[in-house]
T-cell receptor, first 111, second 113 residues
Framework: AQRVTQPEKLLSVFKGAPVELKCNYS??????LFWYVQYSRQRLQLLLR??SRESIKGFTADLNKGETSFHLKKPFAQEEDSAMYYC?????????????FGSGTQLTVLP | NAGVTQTPKFQVLKTGQSMTLQCAQD?????MYWYRQDPGMGLRLIYY???????DKGEVPNGYNVSRLNKREFSLRLESAAPSQTSVYFC????????????FGNGTRLTVT
């Protein structure tokens, strides 16, 4: 079975401070990991995926297979980063094609 | 290009009533999904359709039925609504399914009294 854990339901940081949203996963094979974001009154959208190894809106996430983690990081948080963030996992087997989401972290960036 | 369109946006039902949530995508995606979003539980997959003509149960299928009407449309039906089905429902689509990014609709907020 595959599982995604986001231990923080709520996270508040001040503008300009570093932010890290934690994500741990459980999967027996090699998964694909994603971060999705939902801004207020907007639809859920893809933020980044680990295979792309890219930085989106200043956010990065590195897959650590040893620690089974995929934490989302940004060195200097902005107020417009306030949103709900979901970590998601896709198993590579045919039977596990659907995404499994974590419970989400509500990030608030304070002025 | 509207992406994924869900209707209605809001709905209030009484226990035992039935309704169908509609979803359509115009991106020619093969796979479509229905999720529910509940506080503290994230998004949980109800049903998905890997391709036209196929549907499969997800994590929480009880109390729901789905129909993949054609490649564009994937509907979710509640035959006899219960208060436990009060939630926000999201439809999504993806190009290939496995590992492909999901494109979400705006959601339907359903309240069952």
């Amino acid at each position: 079975a595959q599982r995604v854990t986001q231990p923080e339901k709520l996270l508040s940081v001040f503008k300009g401070a570093p932010v890290e949203l934690k994500c741990n996963y459980s999967y027996s094979g090699s998964p694909e990991l994603f971060w999705y974001v939902q801004y207020s009154r907007q639809r859920l959208q893809l933020l980044l995926r680990h295979i792309s190894r890219e930085s989106i809106k200043g956010f990065t996430a590195d897959l650590n297979k040893g620690e089974t983690s995929f934490h989302l990081k940004k060195p200097f948080a902005q107020e417009e980063d306030s949103a709900m963030y979901y970590c998601a996992l896709s198993g590579l087997s045919v039977s596990a094609r659907q995404l499994t989401f974590g419970s989400g972290t509500q990030l608030t960036v304070l002025p | 290009n509207a992406g994924v369109t869900q209707t209605p946006k809001f709905q209030v039902l009484k226990t035992g009533q039935s309704m169908t949530l509609q979803c359509a995508q115009d991106m020619n995606h093969n796979s479509m999904y229905w999720y529910r979003q509940d506080p503290g539980m994230g998004l949980r997959l109800i049903y998905y359709s890997a391709s036209e003509g196929t549907t499969d149960k997800g994590e929480v299928p009880n109390g729901y039925n789905v129909s993949r009407l054609n490649k564009r449309e994937f509907s979710l039906r509640l035959e006899s609504a219960a208060p436990s089905q009060t939630s926000v429902y999201f439809c999504a689509s993806s190009e290939r399914g496995k590992g492909s990014p999901l494109h979400f609709g705006n959601g339907t907020r359903l309240t069952v009294t």
